[in-house]
């Protein structure tokens, strides 16, 4: 919590005046008001820049993210606002979190874990992944252009059977 408290207080007016729009993905129940306030702020704050897009998730699990959108889309159909057969992937994408924003191309997972651990789950689908033994406060700028040297290393096929659209 303090980690996001001090790079509101001490970063926002920085990137918000470098055009960054700040984007905070996760659930915000359980979270201490003044948090849910300062995200929301920073969130307000940097809505029209057009710059770089900064997306923090916090608090945040890929299937709980696909869980609150089908729950949204059942809503939506409920309501008479949406066929089921016309429910696609591009239905799904609208009610993630992270709608509008394109999907990683590279993942890289820290710490020497071999998973997602929960993390976009269905934005993930076709990036590609790097595991680095370094823990998060050790990343590094050599780390950073090893994962991305190995990365355009990669034959990037997005399904290989030729059914999947390619971005």
Same mark, same amino acid.
């Given at each position: 919590m303090s980690l996001l408290r001090r790079f509101i207080h001490e970063d926002l007016?920085?990137?918000?005046?470098?055009?960054?729009?700040?984007?905070?993905i996760g659930s915000r129940e359980m979270v201490a008001r003044d948090i849910?306030?300062?995200?929301? %702020?920073?969130?307000?704050?940097?809505?029209?820049?057009t710059g770089l897009n900064?997306?923090?998730a916090f608090n945040y699990g890929g299937q709980?993210?696909?869980?609150?959108?089908?729950?949204?889309?059942?809503?939506?159909?409920a309501a008479g606002r949406l066929r089921p057969e016309d429910i696609?992937?591009?239905?799904?994408?609208q009610f993630l979190q992270t709608s509008g924003a394109p999907n990683?191309?590279?993942?890289?997972?820290?710490?020497?874990? %071999?998973?997602?651990?929960n993390f976009l789950i269905w934005q993930s689908a076709y990036a590609e992944l790097v595991f680095v033994d370094e823990l998060w406060p050790d990343f590094?700028?050599?780390?950073l252009e090893s994962?991305?040297?190995?990365?355009?290393?990669?034959?990037?096929?997005?399904?290989a059977d030729g059914t999947e659209p390619k971005p």
């Open positions: 007016e920085r990137l918000h005046a470098q055009g960054v729009r700040v984007r905070v849910v306030d300062l995200i929301r %702020k920073a969130e307000e704050l940097t809505r029209d820049n900064l997306m923090i709980d993210e696909i869980v609150d959108a089908a729950r949204a889309i059942a809503r939506e159909a696609s992937r591009a239905t799904i994408e990683p191309d590279l993942v890289i997972r820290t710490s020497g874990e %071999k998973r997602l651990s590094t700028r050599a780390t994962a991305i040297a190995e990365y355009h290393r990669r034959d990037r096929r997005f399904g």
